[in-house]
């Protein structure tokens, strides 16, 4: 089993900033992509930002140059830097992390989800 525990989500006003933080735990052998989603009320989730391991990131357009992921593969945690942030950046924020766990000695693959911190910007 592997665990994802977020943090950072939280109210502030049209124009300030958050940082995210994503970490994961359990017996996990390796980690590949490591991602942000995000859900709005009555809207599909949707991806905000991903990481690979080798450190390429990629930025859904709507967030470009106000978001920047990153990750410290050390402690298999990944953070979301949100600048800038405007009203319709308001969302339940969820982390994703895909890669590979040990069970039984054997090497499987996951993917796991985090359970989601509520990030709110005022205007």
């Known amino acids: 089993q592997v665990q994802l525990v977020e943090s950072g989500g939280g109210l502030v006003q049209a124009g300030e900033s958050l940082r995210l933080s994503c970490a994961a735990s359990?017996?996990?052998?390796?980690?590949?992509?490591m991602g942000w989603y995000r859900q709005a009320p009555g809207k599909q989730r949707e991806l905000v930002a991903a990481i690979t391991s080798g450190g390429s990131a990629n930025y859904a357009d709507s967030v470009k140059g106000r978001f920047t992921i990153s990750r410290d593969n050390a402690k298999n945690t990944v953070y979301l830097q949100m600048n800038s942030l405007k009203p319709e950046d308001t969302a339940v924020y969820y982390c994703?992390?895909?890669?590979?766990?040990?069970?039984?000695?054997?090497?499987?693959?996951?993917?796991?989800w985090g359970q989601g911190t509520q990030v709110t910007v005022s205007s």
């Open positions: 359990g017996s996990i052998v390796s980690i590949n992509t």
């Open positions: 994703n992390v895909g890669g590979r766990r040990l069970i039984g000695g054997s090497a499987v693959g996951f993917a796991s």
